[in-house]
């Protein structure tokens, strides 16, 4: 029901900041705004943890210990995308970040389990470095 892309990871030096992105592609039917989106990452040999999400609406976020005060996500509906910045990386920000969705009429706050998302992009890395 939707296709997610990511994009924008990159090799940082730690102290910098990334915005990562994400564009969906929805079947025909159905509108971005009917999904929660979020933002999880995953190094080798490591569950995938979430990092971030966001409401259908975007108005109410939740952000994983990690990375609270750091980062910061957001949705455009009209432009079916969404984003995350991180400021303050740190070396152990590396990981592959990915974009998921989840079909959900409501997600308690805060909506951070990833067990809801079952739509899932490929991934875009990012490697911090000292």
Same mark, same amino acid.
């Given at each position: 029901?939707?296709?997610?892309?990511?994009?924008?990871?990159? #090799?940082?030096? %730690?102290?910098? #900041?990334?915005?990562?992105? *994400?564009?969906?592609?929805? &079947? #025909?039917?159905?509108?971005? !705004?009917?999904?929660? $989106?979020?933002? +999880?990452?995953?190094?080798?040999?490591?569950?995938?943890? $979430?990092? &971030?999400?966001?409401?259908?609406?975007?108005?109410?976020?939740?952000? %994983?210990?990690?990375?609270?005060?750091?980062?910061?996500?957001?949705?455009? !509906? %009209?432009?079916?995308?969404? #984003?995350?910045?991180?400021?303050? /990386?740190? @070396?152990?920000?590396?990981? $592959?970040? @990915? *974009? &998921?969705? &989840?079909?959900?009429?409501? *997600? =308690?706050? =805060? *909506?951070?389990?990833?067990? /809801? +998302?079952?739509?899932?992009?490929?991934?875009?890395?990012?490697?911090?470095?000292?």
């Amino acid at each position: 029901q939707v296709d997610l892309v990511e994009s924008g990871g990159a #090799s940082v030096q %730690a102290g910098g #900041s990334l915005t990562l992105s *994400c564009t969906a592609s929805t &079947a #025909s039917g159905y509108a971005y !705004n009917r999904y929660y $989106m979020g933002w +999880f990452r995953q190094i080798p040999g490591k569950k995938r943890d $979430m990092v &971030a999400s966001i409401s259908r609406d975007g108005g109410v976020t939740a952000y %994983a210990a990690s990375v609270q005060g750091r980062a910061v996500i957001a949705r455009d !509906n %009209a432009k079916n995308t969404l #984003s995350l910045e991180i400021r303050g /990386l740190k @070396f152990e920000d590396t990981a $592959m970040y @990915f *974009c &998921a969705a &989840a079909d959900l009429l409501y *997600c =308690p706050d =805060p *909506c951070l389990d990833s067990a /809801l +998302f079952t739509y899932w992009g490929r991934g875009t890395q990012v490697t911090v470095s000292s």
